[in-house]
């Protein structure tokens, strides 16, 4: 008797939950909000705009042209022939070039070159690069988390794992199989964590493979190249392309009201205009907590 009450509860429940699903299909449910309103566009006033204009003049595409290397380019590829070479240089001033042109000559002459990097994702950019340029047959991959063609006359790796051949090849009794080695973001060597890596790494490299250090932050060029000479026992030929970067950082704050706002005013000060938005945002987040 208790089961049999029990059974016309269930069926009484399921008839609802029925009845409540074919109701649900035929209401027409509105719509729900916008997660965020939209905020309407403020107008610009003439001097945002005027600053806006000036944040954005001369951005496109250049007209194409033929390249031509700068003389500090030219000067290492040159140097590279008999001597390591460090060279510091604004980022976008052309040194992968360098690189990329000693590259290509010691593949032609059926020689190995290593090109290293800090970051696996920089790791992976340049090996894309790389593949397309050279053909993807001359090209591995070596990082912590990518193994690929590693019998390639040009590997790509972090330097970490350039090291880690280093030492695997002396307690093999065997060279590393490279004549040249790129060393990428060279200014590694004073990170107190990673540091040691690229003081091993241009320690151990065997005289006869030859480097070529690349940097845009070193501000001691020629002490850095003194301690690579007596560590090595050759020559560094030192090229500091000093200057302002070929390609122009601006920056910029894109408001919540779709305006852009120069990050730096005329006088390169901060711009006070972006405090407004903050106040703004404090004010909500204000209210969101009472």
């Not at 590259?103 to 696996?120: D, F, H, S, V």
């Not at 350039?162 to 060597?189: C, M, P, T, W």
């Not at 500091?240 to 706002?261: D, I």
Request: aromatic fraction near 8%; avoid cysteine.
């Amino acid at each position: 008797m208790a089961r049999s009450r029990k059974d016309k509860r269930s069926n009484r429940e399921n008839a609802r939950s029925n009845t409540n699903r074919r109701k649900e299909r035929k209401v027409k449910r509105e719509l729900a909000e916008k997660s965020s309103a939209k905020n309407d566009s403020a107008k610009f006033s003439s001097a945002q705009l005027k600053s806006v204009e000036r944040l954005l003049q001369g951005i496109g595409t250049p007209e194409p042209r033929p390249f031509v290397p700068d003389a500090f380019q030219t000067e290492a590829l040159e140097a590279i022939e008999f001597e390591d070479v460090l060279v510091t240089a604004p980022t976008g001033s052309g040194k992968t070039w360098i690189a990329r042109e000693e590259i290509r000559r010691l593949l032609e002459q059926g020689k190995r070159a290593w090109y290293t990097t800090p970051l696996k994702a920089l790791t992976n950019s340049k090996y894309t690069e790389f593949s397309a340029e050279f053909g993807a047959e001359n090209v591995g991959i070596l990082t912590g988390d990518r193994k690929e063609n590693y019998d390639a006359p040009l590997i790509v790796g972090t330097t970490e794992i350039y090291r880690n051949q280093l030492f695997d090849s002396l307690r093999q009794g065997e060279q590393v199989k490279a004549d040249f080695v790129i060393l990428d973001e060279a200014h590694y060597l004073a990170d107190e964590e990673r540091g040691h890596v690229w003081e091993e790494a241009i320690i151990l490299s065997p005289p006869r493979i030859r480097l070529l250090l690349l940097s845009a932050t070193v501000g001691n060029a020629d002490e850095f190249a003194r301690w690579i000479e007596e560590v090595r026992g050759g020559k560094v030929h030192v090229i500091n392309r000093a200057g302002s970067r070929p390609v122009e950082l601006r920056a910029a704050f894109l408001a919540p009201n779709q305006q852009l706002f120069p990050l730096f005013d005329e006088n390169g000060k901060f711009n006070r205009a972006i405090e407004q938005f903050a106040q703004e945002e404090n004010r909500f987040e204000r209210r969101r907590h009472r």
